[in-house]
């Protein structure tokens, strides 16, 4: 997780500690739960100067923090939780790059990233275990256990898959 996303993550963690305990009884309780979310709305407006400004709701958290209504902490925690859902935002702050293909060209993109042929007798040996490691790595995989079903013409899937399929890992022992 990069530098923008944690920060974010602290954020609204501390903000919803801070919601938590708006319930006070006592007028020491209620200052020190105004005084907390002071201390966050400052926190916010640092990281809306570092990350935020160039982002959909930058002008609206902007206002949010300046004006500082009565309702300016809940206002700034929404914002915030609106930017983390901004997967395209967050990726860009992020530093990892979003590739733009013409529609023309989409159809050319590989479907998987691998293909695994292997016989049936080396499943349980190696190929089920590759498959698992894979898979956890985020890979896209063609493997007959997941991407052939009942009634399938079976050659017609494994040719397909393959022609989909950027890479080829043959397993046979």
């Not at 009634?151 to 046979?172: L, M, P, S």
Request: proline content about 2%; some cysteine; overall charge negative.
């Amino acid at each position: 997780m990069a530098d923008f996303e944690e920060r974010l993550d602290v954020l609204l963690l501390r903000a919803k500690e801070i919601q938590a305990h708006k319930a006070a009884d006592s007028y020491d309780d209620i200052f020190k739960h105004q005084h907390e979310a002071d201390v966050w709305m400052n926190d916010a407006q640092i990281f809306y100067n570092n990350f935020l400004q160039e982002h959909p709701l930058g002008n609206r958290l902007y206002t949010i923090l300046f004006h500082r209504g009565s309702n300016a902490f809940s206002e700034a925690v929404a914002c915030m939780e609106s930017i983390e859902s901004d997967r395209a935002f967050v990726d860009k702050m992020n530093g990892i790059p979003s590739v733009s293909v013409p529609k023309y060209q989409a159809r050319t993109l590989p479907e998987y990233d691998v293909f695994i042929s292997h016989a049936s007798k080396d499943k349980e040996d190696l190929v089920e275990e590759l498959y698992q490691s894979l898979r956890t790595l985020g890979i896209d995989i063609f493997y007959d256990k997941e991407s052939l079903e009942w009634g399938d013409k079976w050659k017609d899937k494994i040719i397909d898959g393959t022609q989909k399929a950027e890479f080829a890992i043959y397993c046979h022992l």
